[in-house]
């Protein structure tokens, strides 16, 4: 290869000609010629490796090995500095010390590079001195326009364009098939591990990076990069940190609209969002459950550890993605059979017996012994004759049973010849389906070898237990994202003028009150009193029973503190002020809501939350009242929604019978507490930034469900001066 060949921008994508933007990474994933700065010549040394790879794997651009102490390396020109280059190039690769990147990045911007890798350690991982040095050395990139993927980072691979800039010893097993999977991890060790099993397993990677410190470039960033190229459908990424949240939301909308499919292995969780919160909400979904909501909205699949993300990730990248959660099992062993069934009920999808005509012709050639319900036991007798036809004539019928999303295949002791035989018989099963078909072989390797290795050839990933099998089912399930919600323009529903009055902090119940009249949330018949005179008169006015409750933003949750008196007679009211007032002395109200007691009836929590930085609020409902967190029965979506999804969050709850109707008692119409519930998530839109908590707890359905009354109401505002327009 010559020192400056010509380059051809590959795959039909345009390289960029000038400048990288937040949006254009070209330079990093398709440079047209790399510079190598520090490049070794000495065996076995890391260092050595990243220009061994480019030449190896034949990298159609300029490559330019810098290195005072070389003449040539891999038969290139080797050049003592980076202004001493022939020509420009769009990517260094900076394999030098910490020190000396900082030093350097004046030149790799004179070199005309718009990107450079930093591999060195010794940054803001090391503490105060090194995170000063990192500052440093962003500072400097943003001043000379040079994007930085790192530092302590182990680079990247773009597989389609043949660019190996990594020296992750994960590549002593060659470099992968390119495929339509992209990586993405902080971490560089894990993310040679995840490389390494992968390419064992027979996955097909088209780009891998390590973004290390992430002093720039972040996965999220990269990520949104990688989306938009057509090569790419699969994008996995293992994350140590808190993802930008609307880099976040960029990231899953594209990929949705585009329908392509996000993996995520996270790490390194944390609790303090809870810990913060003071809603009874807050306290029930955690840190990231606005991160949570955003995946199971748009479709981002979570993994639990690295063997379920590396079965993910090749299942999804080469079965096409399931209607539903709907599974049908079939098996040579009625045990296997149940425990996939179980693992399926584990994981929220169900197996219902198959249809009449299925099950009729099921019956004809499964022996009488086993089962043609769900799941469909052939029993070791089908393969008396040694041979697999009639078994995957039974598979084909799974397949075209309408009440059948996806299909687990369970196989137990099928070995030798006969395990050849299947693996050709499912591997023909496999390229006619048009729904997913997963196959568990519960038998040594050895036994199975050829038959896996007949598998692994054509892409058919084989695992090796119902709970990875179903995993992976049900991942293609939730892989589909929900249908979006076409809300229309939302107006300031007539509250604009009330919420630029409230002043930030808690608002108080009664404060609030005003807010939920003019969204038209059915609330008490109220009274706010100051004295005990007030008090005896606001009971006379509103006859009894009463509900008495201090007020006070220093008291937020009353009720735990002694703050709520129910039932309360009308000649009883002036003692009951005057106890509830000395109760909170310290905290200087003399402030109590006088509320009508409404009749009984089922109880709900009404809770948004605003607390992760560029998510969208988040709606919680469930069950309410003062066991909220103890049942803590919960769905939780990203805000807004319309009445329509309200009402199926409603019924998604545990209790829902509770609500429809239980027992011989009688259901409730939730449509009021839906559309109550949609108009507290739009209000919820509307306040932005300045919402941090709201919450209504309980909105109680009375009147069969006709009327929804929202009983206590909690609003956290930031300052008014804080919003912009």
Request: one cysteine or more; glycine letters at 10%; charged letters at 20%.
């Amino acid at each position: 290869m010559s020192d400056a060949a010509t380059f051809a921008p590959p795959g039909g994508l345009a390289a960029s000609s000038d400048s990288t933007t937040a949006d254009d990474l070209s330079a990093l994933f398709r440079p047209r010629a790399i510079a190598v700065l520090g490049a070794s010549g000495r065996p076995g040394n890391p260092f050595a490796r990243p220009l061994t790879y480019l030449v190896e794997h034949g990298f159609a651009g300029a490559v330019y090995p810098v290195n005072p102490g070389y003449q040539t390396l891999e038969g290139l020109t080797c050049y003592p500095s980076l202004d001493d280059l022939p020509g420009e190039v769009d990517l260094v690769l900076m394999l030098v010390s910490a020190s000396e990147v900082v030093r350097l990045l004046p030149a790799v911007a004179r070199a005309g590079a718009k990107a450079a890798v930093v591999f060195a350690s010794g940054f803001a991982e090391t503490g105060p001195d090194g995170q000063a040095l990192q500052e440093e050395l962003v500072r400097l990139a943003r001043h000379h326009g040079v994007r930085l993927l790192g530092p302590n980072c182990q680079g990247l691979l773009a597989v389609h364009d043949h660019v190996v800039a990594s020296f992750t010893a994960a590549l002593e097993l060659g470099v992968p098939e390119p495929g339509n999977i992209a990586y993405i991890g902080q971490s560089g060790a894990v993310g040679g591990s995840i490389f390494s099993l992968a390419r064992e397993r027979g996955l097909r990677i088209g780009t891998w990076a390590s973004t290390g410190n992430q002093a720039d470039l972040g996965a999220t960033e990269i990520a949104n990069f990688l989306v938009e190229d057509p090569r790419i459908q699969v994008l996995t990424m293992y994350l140590e940190s808190p993802v930008p949240g609307a880099e976040f939301d960029r990231l899953t909308a594209r990929a949705a609209e585009l329908g392509k499919t996000i993996l995520v292995l996270r790490s390194a969780l944390s609790g303090s969002g809870a810990r913060a919160a003071t809603s009874h909400t807050g306290a029930i979904i955690g840190d990231d459950a606005a991160f949570t909501a955003m995946c199971r909205e748009r479709g981002v699949v979570q993994a639990d550890d690295v063997e379920d993300f590396i079965a993910t990730a090749h299942a999804l990248s080469v079965l096409p993605r399931s209607g539903g959660h709907r599974l049908g099992i079939i098996t040579t062993s009625g045990g296997a059979g149940s425990l996939a069934a179980d693992q399926a009920e584990a994981r929220g999808m169900t197996v219902d017996d198959l249809t009449e005509p299925v099950q009729r012709r099921l019956a004809r050639v499964v022996p009488d012994f086993g089962a043609v319900t769900n799941p469909v036991d052939v029993t070791a007798q089908m393969f008396k004759a040694n041979e697999t036809d009639g078994f995957i004539a039974v598979c084909d019928e799974l397949l075209a049973d309408p009440t059948v999303d996806s299909v687990l295949v369970v196989l137990t002791m099928v070995t030798g010849d006969l395990a050849t035989s299947m693996a050709h018989g499912l591997c023909g099963l496999w390229a006619r389906a048009t729904k997913p078909v997963v196959v568990v072989w519960l038998a040594a390797r050895q036994q199975t070898a050829e038959a896996r290795e007949i598998l692994r050839a054509n892409g058919m990933p084989v695992y090796d237990s119902p709970r990875m099998g179903v995993g992976v089912l049900h991942a293609l399930a939730t892989s589909v994202p929900m249908p979006s919600q076409p809300l229309g323009r939302q107006s300031d529903l007539g509250v604009g003028d009330v919420l630029s009055g409230l002043r930030g902090g808690v608002i108080t119940e009664h404060e609030g009150a005003e807010v939920l009249t003019a969204l038209g949330i059915d609330r008490p018949r109220e009274r706010l009193v100051s004295s005990v005179n007030q008090a005896a008169d606001a009971a006379r006015a509103l006859g009894g029973p009463l509900v008495m409750k201090i007020q006070s933003p220093e008291v937020v949750h009353k009720t735990e503190r002694g703050g709520v008196r129910l039932g309360v007679g009308v000649g009883e009211a002036a003692t009951v002020y005057s106890d509830l007032v000395d109760r909170f002395t310290a905290e200087g109200t003399t402030e109590v809501l006088v509320q009508e007691q409404v009749a009984e009836g089922p109880e709900l929590l009404v809770g948004i939350t605003n607390t992760e930085p560029g998510f969208p609020p988040l709606l919680t409902v469930g069950m309410g009242g003062v066991t909220t967190e103890l049942y803590q029965d919960t769905t939780t979506r990203l805000a807004p929604v319309d009445a329509r999804a309200a009402k199926q969050m409603l019924l998604e709850l545990k209790a829902a019978p509770l609500l429809t109707g239980f027992r011989g008692r009688e259901g409730h119409d939730l449509d009021a507490a839906a559309e109550a519930i949609a108009t507290l998530s739009r209000l919820a839109v509307l306040v932005g930034d300045r919402l941090a908590e709201l919450e209504v707890n309980p909105l109680r359905l009375v009147d069969a469900g006709k009327r929804a009354i929202a009983l206590d109401f909690l609003l956290r505002l930031g300052p008014l001066e804080e919003t912009t327009a």
